[in-house]
């Protein structure tokens, strides 16, 4: 099964959207999130996805209350989890999933999972440890990067991929970069 993973929406409807265009268009039958919506308006794309969404807690969800609603309402695709981490077995494949880095390496050792992804700190990266991949699939927000990625992976070959998304926009101005320039 190929499996999408995405991190750090920040409230980004352009890029969520385009990136789940691209996800379609490559077969994609889930997506995982690693958390940081913002904006209940993203939860709303993820819960009328044609694709099943399940996604982890970040530390900028916005208003977890409306969030949960809206993922317990009839016909929901998003499935969320109790935390900021968890760990999901799809097509027999053990896989960590974390909002944190800091996790991410000390699970990976543990031997008990084929493939561990993180996000949090918005930098697309691959590690391994004891023969288990590490992957940070980057940025869907384009804030910090300017480029907006996630991962595909491949539940049978446990393989992943980077993919990077067309014609994205960013939500920092130039203004605000010059302001925390001079701080």
Known sequence: MKVAVISDIHENFNNLLRAMDIMRQRGVEKILCLGDFIHPGIVKVLVESDIPVYSIWGNNDGDKVTIVKMSLSEGSSLELGDKTYAAVEIDG????????????????????????FYGHDHLKNEDQAEKCPIVNPGELSANKTKTATFAIYDTVSNKYEFVEVDNVVTLTSGYVEDYFARS
């Not at 896989?95 to 031997?111: E, K, M, N, Q, W």
């Open 93 to 116: 494949r053990k896989i960590f999933l974390t909002h944190y880095p800091d996790l991410a390496l000390p699970v990976a050792r543990s031997g008990m999972y084929d493939i561990v």
